[in-house]
Each structure stands twice: as structure tokens, then as C-alpha cells.
């Protein structure tokens, strides 16, 4: 095996875990206080559409960890969507239009066109991660650890992507990781903000 195929495998393992601490964080607290909906749509997205891109280009580290975070995140959204009493069409109609949008593009025009339509709702769910945790009050629903893993994958992802010439991931790796560290900041300086503020209980 080759050293980008041990990559490959070492972003496949955190890209299959990336969602498991939300959704423990969730059945631990039974809170979802905090998570974006936007956010949880696109992170189903992200799975659902790059699992559909691995079998494509034929690459089982692409399949086998999208296919994971596709039911994990799909079990947060899920929740989500119980929580604030959302219509089925409400939670899942988004992330399913724009995944078969995404494959369409890449099977007529290529890669690159998979990527620009993956990138802009995972850029528009990573800022409106941001937006949420800035407003929220209560913080309790959101993993430090799933952003941190997140994160760190994008830069695993980016060490294959290079070697391989998977330019799909190449193209969106950079610009998202930049978003996910603005998230997992934006994390830190608010439950910051919340320890310092003067309770009136």
C-alpha cells in the first residue's frame, strides 16, 4: 500500500468519525441547543454526496467513511429536526436536491463542477454554524470534539488529495478548513462569553 493510500485511509477514519461525537453529545444531553440546521443539512450533504463521488471515481477511502457520516450526520439532522418539529420535505429535501445536482454536474461537466457545487453549501453551513453558536444563549448541544475532528480532517484530506491528484478534494479541502477553525473559534469566544456573564438566577 502506498503512502497516499494510508492517507487516504487515515482521512477516511476521521471523516467516519467526524459526526459520532455530536450524535453521543445529543443522546447524552438530549440538547440540540446551539446546532444549526443549515450546518446539519450540509454535513449530511457532504456524506451522502461524496459517497456517491467515491463510487464514481472508484475510491473505497472516499466511500466507506461518507457512507458512516452520511448516517451519523443524518442521525443529527434527524434529531434537528424532531427537535424544532420540522416536516420531513423540510429536513431532507435540501441536502438530497443538492447532492443529486452535484453528481449531475460531475457526470456532465467533471470533478471540478462536483466540487464548486459541494463547496458553496458546506461554506454556507460552516458560516451559519458560526451565526448560531454567536446568538445562542445555551451552547450545550454543540461538540467541541466534532469540530476539532473536522477540522483536523480537512488537512488529512488535503495530504491525499495532493499526492493522488483527487483535484474534487483539492479544490475544497483549503477554503473549508479556514471556515471549520473560524467555527471551532467562534466556539471557544462564546462559551467564553457565556462563563463571564453575570447570572440573574
Known amino acids: 500500500m502506498s503512502a497516499a493510500e494510508v492517507l487516504g485511509w487515515v482521512a477516511a ?101 462536483f466540487a464548486v457545487i459541494m463547496f458553496i453549501p458546506a461554506a454556507v453551513g460552516q458560516i451559519a454554524q458560526i451565526r448560531e453558536i454567536r446568538a445562542a444563549d445555551d451552547l450545550s448541544g454543540v461538540s467541541l470534539s466534532t469540530l476539532s475532528i473536522n477540522l483536523g480532517s480537512q488537512f488529512v484530506w488535503l495530504s491525499y488529495a495532493i499526492p493522488t491528484g483527487e483535484t474534487a478534494i483539492i479544490w475544497i479541502a483549503i477554503p473549508l478548513a479556514v471556515l471549520m477553525a473560524a467555527v471551532l473559534g467562534a466556539l471557544l469566544i462564546r462559551r467564553r462569553q457565556l462563563a463571564a456573564a453575570p447570572s440573574f438566577a
Do not use: K
Not at 27 to 32: A, D, K, L, Q, Y
Not at 81 to 102: E, K, M, N, Q, Y
Open 13 to 113: 477514519a476521521f471523516s467516519a468519525t467526524l459526526a459520532l461525537p455530536q450524535m453521543l453529545r445529543i443522546f447524552r444531553t438530549r440538547s440540540v441547543a446551539g446546532l444549526s440546521l443549515v450546518t446539519w443539512q450540509m454535513m449530511f450533504l457532504a456524506g451522502f454526496g461524496w459517497t456517491i463521488h467515491g463510487f464514481v471515481v472508484g475510491r473505497a477511502q472516499i466511500i466507506v467513511p461518507n457512507v458512516l457520516l452520511a448516517l451519523a450526520a443524518g442521525t443529527v439532522l434527524w434529531q434537528i429536526g424532531r427537535a424544532h418539529r420540522l416536516s420531513l420535505a423540510g429536513t431532507w429535501l435540501l441536502p438530497l436536491a443538492i447532492g443529486a445536482t452535484a453528481t449531475l454536474a460531475e457526470a456532465t461537466i467533471g470533478p471540478v463542477a
